[in-house]
C-alpha cells in the first residue's frame, strides 16, 4: 500500500531519495530474449538529467546507468531489471537552514502529516530527482514498444504564456526547452534566464503525441486508457491538469462538431485524441499536461515551522526555473510503461 509501484502485467517500483546515495528501479514484467544495454537506457537518462544548459538546475548528476539484474549477454532475461543511479552532486547542508520550515509549494508539510518524520534534503522522495527512476524503467518499456512500432515524443507547447504557433518535431531536440516552434522556444529562453536572474520561476504545456498505438488497448471500465494515462501523469510531482484531444475546448464545442466521423478510409477527425470509451482507436494519441511552476524560488515567502511560529523563508538550492524541458522525457516513459502495460493485458486476454 506504499504506492511506490505503478504497473499491473509490465510494472515498475522506484527507489531513493535526492540527496541519498542512490535513486532507481526495479521492472518487472520484462520480455525475455530482448537485446538492451545500458548505452540505450542512457540516452534517456541523459534528456532527463540536471544541468544540461541555462534553464535547467546546475545540480551535476551524470546519471550513470548501472544494470545490476535482469540482462545476460546483452538479451533481457525475463526476471527482475535492476537499474541503479548512484548520486554523485549531494549537498544536503544546502538545506540546515529550512529543515525545521515548511517551503511554500514543496510536500514538506504534507509529508509530515502523513509519515511523522521527512527527509528534508532537497524534498528527499518527494523530489523531482524520483523520476530518474521512472525514465530508466519507461526506457526498457520503450524499446519493448519500438518493436511493436510505436512512437512516443512529448514536447514543450508552452511556458509563462509564451505559445508555440508551429509544430516543427525535428526543432524538438535542437533548444534547451524542448519546444516544437523554434521562434518561440527563442522567448521561452529569454523568459525563463529572465526568471531565473529574478529568483523567479513559471510553468507552462507539454504535450504528447503517441502514434502506431494497436487499437482496442484499454480495459474498461475502472482501466481506461485514458485514466491510465491521466493517473501515470498526475503521479509527477509538478503535473497538476491533464486533457486528451480537444480536452476543455469541447466544452464549447456542439456534438456534431466534436464527434469523430468514419469513413471507409477510417477516422474523418481525431476530436477524442485517439481514445474512445477508453480504448485505443488506432489514430494518434494526443493530450496535454499543465506544469505548475518550480516551488523552489530564491524570493522570501511566508511559511510556518514545525513549531507553528511564522516565519519567512528563502529556498537556497539548485533548481530549475522552468520545469517542462525536463518534465519531457519524464512524460515520455510514464506513457511508455502505461502502453507496454497494456500491450500485455490485452495479450494475455487475446492470446
Do not use: W
Amino acid at each position: 500500500m506504499a504506492g511506490n509501484t505503478f504497473g499491473d502485467a509490465f510494472k515498475i517500483t522506484t527507489f531513493g531519495e535526492s540527496h541519498g546515495e542512490a535513486v532507481g528501479v526495479i521492472i518487472d514484467g520484462v520480455t525475455p530474449g530482448i537485446e538492451i544495454d545500458a548505452a540505450y537506457i542512457q540516452v534517456q537518462m541523459d534528456r532527463r538529467k540536471p544541468g544540461q544548459s541555462s534553464v535547467t538546475s546546475p545540480r551535476k548528476e551524470y546519471d550513470l546507468v548501472s544494470i545490476l539484474s535482469g540482462v545476460f549477454e546483452g538479451k533481457t532475461t525475463g526476471t527482475p531489471l535492476f537499474v541503479i543511479l548512484y548520486n554523485k552532486d549531494m549537498q544536503p547542508t544546502a538545506y540546515d537552514d529550512i529543515r525545521l520550515a515548511f517551503r511554500p509549494g514543496h510536500a514538506d508539510y504534507t509529508y509530515l502529516a502523513k509519515y511523522g518524520i521527512r527527509d528534508y534534503r532537497g524534498s528527499g522522495r518527494a523530489s523531482g530527482r524520483e523520476t530518474a527512476g521512472r525514465v530508466a524503467g519507461g526506457a526498457v518499456a520503450r524499446k519493448l514498444l519500438e518493436r511493436r512500432g510505436v512512437s512516443v515524443v512529448a514536447y514543450t507547447k508552452e511556458i509563462g504564456g509564451i505559445a508555440c504557433e508551429q509544430f516543427v518535431e525535428s526543432e524538438i531536440e535542437n533548444n534547451t526547452v524542448r519546444a516544437c516552434d523554434p521562434q518561440a522556444a527563442v522567448r521561452m529562453v529569454a523568459m525563463v534566464e529572465d526568471l531565473a536572474a529574478r529568483g523567479d520561476s513559471c510553468g507552462g504545456i507539454v504535450e504528447c503525441r503517441v502514434r502506431g498505438v494497436l487499437p482496442g488497448l484499454g480495459e474498461p471500465v475502472f482501466d481506461k486508457l485514458d485514466a491510465e494515462l491521466a493517473k501515470a501523469m498526475l503521479s509527477i510531482g509538478a503535473i497538476k491538469g491533464i486533457e486528451f484531444g480537444e480536452g476543455f475546448a469541447a466544452a464549447r464545442m456542439l456534438g456534431s462538431e466534436h464527434n469523430d466521423g468514419m469513413n471507409k478510409d477510417g477516422f474523418i477527425t481525431n476530436h477524442a485524441g485517439g481514445i474512445i470509451g477508453g480504448i485505443s482507436t488506432g489514430e494518434e494519441i494526443v493530450f496535454r499536461v499543465a506544469v505548475k511552476p518550480t516551488s523552489s524560488i530564491s524570493l522570501p515567502q511566508q511559511t510556518l515551522n514545525t513549531k507553528g511560529e511564522e516565519q519567512e523563508i528563502v529556498t537556497i538550492g539548485r533548481h530549475d526555473p522552468c520545469i517542462c524541458p525536463r518534465v519531457v522525457p519524464v512524460v515520455e516513459a510514464m506513457v511508455c510503461l502505461v502502453l507496454e502495460d497494456h500491450y500485455k493485458r490485452h495479450a494475455a486476454m487475446h492470446g
